[in-house]
């Protein structure tokens, strides 16, 4: 990994909007990498295992959703602007909120990953459960702080993307790639 000037993560704890932004994207032509960790998860799911029994070691979870990360980033065209549903900086911060240690392999990982923007999704106010959320209603403010803290100590100064109408969501982030002279779906 390195810095990909095109690649642009879009941040949040649970609830924030991310997935939804990422639809609204994928249909203007971007090109779009879903969430790591409920990948994983939608896989164990397809293989019998319930999300407990999968997060049961958490630890062992978190590792699994970074490697994700890296083998679904490392399928993605440097050159060509692609919205990703969190960053590398994103486990950092998961790790943080458990209180893991973090591993060098993760540390390195973390390290090399550079991202265009970082949009940082404000919470919503609401909190929609579905089968993958395990974490608390109250999960999403604590995690908010520690992305931010997390991108910030890898010199990625987050836009924070405030709770409105996702039309205004989408004007808002696709206005800052045009300020940056990159607004072109491929």
Known sequence: ?????????ITGGPSTGK?????????????TLE????????????KNIEVTDLREDEKHFQDEVVRRRVHDE??????????????????LAYYRYYDFPIEQWVIDLVKEARYGTVFLMEPLGIFKEDYART?????????????????????MEPVFVP?????????????HLEKQGTNGSE
């Not at 390195?2 to 690649?7: E, G, K, T, V």
């Not at 709770?163 to 206005?175: N, P, T």
């Open 163 to 175: 709770a409105m109408s996702i039309d205004e969501r989408l004007k808002l982030i696709l206005g």
């Open 19 to 31: 997935t939804t932004m990422q639809r609204e994207l994928a249909k203007l032509g971007y090109a």
């Open 74 to 91: 490392a399928k993605l065209d440097p050159a060509r602007i692609a919205f990703l549903d969190r960053g590398m900086q994103d486990s």
């Open 35 to 46: 969430e790591a960790a409920r990948l994983v998860i939608d896989d164990a799911v397809a």
């Open 135 to 155: 974490e608390p209603r109250d999960f999403t403010d604590f995690i908010t702080d520690l992305l931010l803290e997390a991108y910030r100590e890898y010199d």
């Open 1 to 9: 990994m390195a810095y990909r000037p095109n690649w642009y993560v």
